[in-house]
């Protein structure tokens, strides 16, 4: 059973550009949740995809995006990249409806210049 | 919101020795707290969790304790080893489909 799965592990970008990310959940979960996680700091919820839906959103500019797709995967999306976006990006999958318990994918490192 | 804190932010313990650390939380509706460790440059892992209608729960070596009234709760790990260096977060949501918000964390050590 494959558990939480991200790609890719490292990126580097610049100031100015745009990032996809990509998450495949824990086989039987439906719902994905994307967190930033900067150096020292624990996890930062940005948002929560479930039936395709985002369905909460954390304190983060729109600059910030999601999308689900029907297989239950996820990408995260950020534009106009700042140097502050570097960070570990984390997914989670979770199964909605049951108490919520979410499981980390490995991350991808970020990191703008 | 829910707002998690961690103290201390970091644990030094002597093998073989016990480590406890604790949590507190905001919000009163908060009912599931989760606990994760993370070794350097890996995922957090899922190592224990409580919900809001137990005040304690163990695993093994590991335990969590939850107090309601205080709003704080406590993990607890047993017979330390140094594989169980690494840093711990907190956690508290406010119930299924919630987002789970996390404390610092904690760096605790264990000294061979």
């Known amino acids: 059973d494959a558990g939480v799965t991200q790609s890719p592990t490292h990126l580097i970008k610049t100031r100015g550009q745009q990032v996809t990310l990509r998450c495949s959940p824990k086989s039987g979960h439906d719902t994905v949740s994307w967190y930033q996680q900067a150096l020292g700091q624990g996890p930062q919820f940005i948002f929560q995809y479930y039936e395709e839906e985002e369905r909460q959103r954390g304190n983060f500019p729109d600059r910030f995006s999601g999308h689900q797709f029907p297989n239950y995967s996820s990408e995260l999306n950020v534009n106009a990249l700042l140097l502050g976006d570097s960070a570990l990006y984390l997914c989670?999958?979770?199964?909605?409806?049951?108490?919520?318990?979410?499981?980390f994918g490995p991350g991808t490192r970020l990191t703008v210049l | 919101g829910e707002n998690v804190e961690q103290h201390p932010s970091t644990l030094s313990v002597q093998e073989g020795d016990s480590a406890v650390i604790k949590c507190t939380y905001s919000?009163?509706?908060?009912?599931?707290f989760p606990w994760y460790k993370q070794e350097l440059g890996k995922r957090p892992q899922l190592i224990i969790d409580i919900r809001s209608n137990v005040g304690e729960k163990k695993d093994q070596r590991i335990a969590v304790t939850l107090n309601k009234t205080a709003k704080h709760f406590s993990l607890h790990i047993t017979e330390t080893q140094p594989e169980d260096s690494a840093v711990y977060f907190c956690a508290a949501n406010t119930g299924a489909n919630s987002k789970l918000t996390f404390g610092k964390g904690i760096t605790l050590s264990v000294r061979p």
């Open positions: 989670a999958s979770s199964l909605s409806g049951i108490w919520n318990e979410q499981f």
């Open positions: 919000d009163s509706a908060s009912n599931y």
